[in-house]
């Protein structure tokens, strides 16, 4: 099988380390050429450590990780302790990690990875704002011809905000980079809040991923178990959504999810409804399609497959 070459930008968070963990059990299908920080649930010294941590319960040594941007493009970083606890991965021991940071900016690294690399090669996935990319996109456009797909977790449409009434979080941090990003003319799969807000971490699925017990099925139950409290009363529901490893579930089983081609356009200039992501589900302008939004997910099978992908990891 050939493996997709990915780039994975992140701000761990809980959800985020579970799709690095869900990608680095994967490496028959995922290349991970890095995980890039940027700054977003927490501030980027804290989602660069933090990714370092997941790498090391990852065993997955040979993969290095950049911290990126510490600032969004042009409005003022708005973090999100309030659901991720201080230190971002709030539900599991905070340790030195192993291993440290490359020292290369993460915008550097995704600038000479993709030159290196074949056209139409180089798969990215960010979940987190998206500074690093829409910096990376601005300051050498020619990467692009690089890229395969970006598949975002971001967006809402059905769902409204979670962070402003008609605002997603990764979106409005910064969206004068997502305004770069969606309209840089490669193809965009995006898993907005509709199609996460499906996958919910109920106390079951919790309790058979605790089961496989072993250091990253423990780790991801204890972070679940956190993230859930805050989510299950905000949203009133049975368990939290789990956003960002809807992303990498996409990349490994694309037929658990449902999604049309629409034009997807983000505003950045009304302060009221700032991020918000008008998603033309019916085609009402004559607006380019450059994104795949989804819609649907069969949740059941999501949770099989991070399930039996993090039954793969041996006792750390
Ligand atoms: C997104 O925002 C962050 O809090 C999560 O990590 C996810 O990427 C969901 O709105
Ligand atoms: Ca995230």
């Given at each position: 099988m050939t493996k997709r070459p990915i780039?994975?930008?992140?701000?761990?968070?809980q959800d985020d380390?579970?799709?690095?963990?869900?990608?680095?059990?994967?490496?028959?299908?995922?290349?991970?050429?890095g995980i890039t920080a940027v700054a977003g649930n927490v501030p980027l010294e804290l989602t660069a450590r933090n990714s370092c941590q997941i790498r090391d319960i990852g065993a997955r040594d040979d993969i290095p990780v950049f911290a990126g941007c510490a600032q969004p493009m042009q409005r003022d970083l708005v973090t999100a302790e309030y659901v991720h606890g201080v230190t971002g991965i709030d539900g599991i021991d905070i340790v030195e990690p192993k291993l440290p940071l490359e020292e290369m900016h993460a915008v550097d690294f995704i600038i000479?990875?993709?030159?290196?690399?074949?056209?139409?090669?180089?798969?990215?996935?960010?979940?987190?704002?998206?500074?690093?990319?829409?910096?990376?996109?601005?300051?050498?456009?020619?990467?692009?011809?690089?890229?395969?797909?970006?598949?975002i977790m971001g967006g809402a449409m059905r769902e409204g905000g979670n962070r402003t009434p008609s605002a997603e979080f990764n979106i409005i941090v910064d969206p004068h980079a997502a305004d770069i990003v969606f309209r840089c003319g490669r193809p965009i799969t995006v898993m907005g809040l509709d199609v996460t807000y499906q996958v919910l971490a109920t106390p079951q699925r919790i309790?058979?991923?605790?089961?496989?017990?072993?250091?990253?099925?423990?780790?991801?139950?204890?972070?679940?178990?956190?993230?859930?409290?805050?989510?299950?009363?905000?949203?009133?529901?049975v368990g939290a959504p789990l956003h960002d490893p809807c992303t990498i579930a996409y990349l490994l089983q694309p037929e658990l999810?449902?999604?049309?081609?629409?034009?997807?356009?983000?505003?950045?200039?009304?302060?009221?409804?700032?991020?918000?992501?008008?998603?033309?589900?019916?085609?009402?302008?004559?607006?380019?399609?450059?994104?795949?939004w989804m819609h649907a997910v069969d949740a059941d099978g999501f949770y099989e497959l991070l399930t039996e992908r993090l039954s793969r990891f041996g006792d750390g």
């Open positions: 780039i994975i930008d992140c701000d761990p968070g380390a579970i799709a690095l963990l869900l990608a680095m059990s994967s490496p028959d299908e995922l290349d991970i050429l000479e990875t993709l030159h290196a690399a074949d056209d139409d090669s180089v798969t990215i996935v960010p979940i987190g704002p998206l500074t690093n990319i829409g910096t990376a996109i601005k300051r050498d456009p020619a990467i692009l011809t690089k890229v395969r797909e970006i598949v309790d058979r991923i605790r089961d496989l017990d072993n250091e990253a099925a423990r780790a991801t139950a204890g972070m679940l178990e956190f993230y859930s409290r805050h989510d299950s009363v905000k949203f009133a529901s999810f449902q999604g049309k081609q629409c034009n997807i356009s983000i505003e950045t200039s009304s302060e009221l409804t700032m991020g918000h992501t008008a998603v033309d589900f019916w085609h009402t302008t004559d607006f380019p399609k450059n994104a795949m």
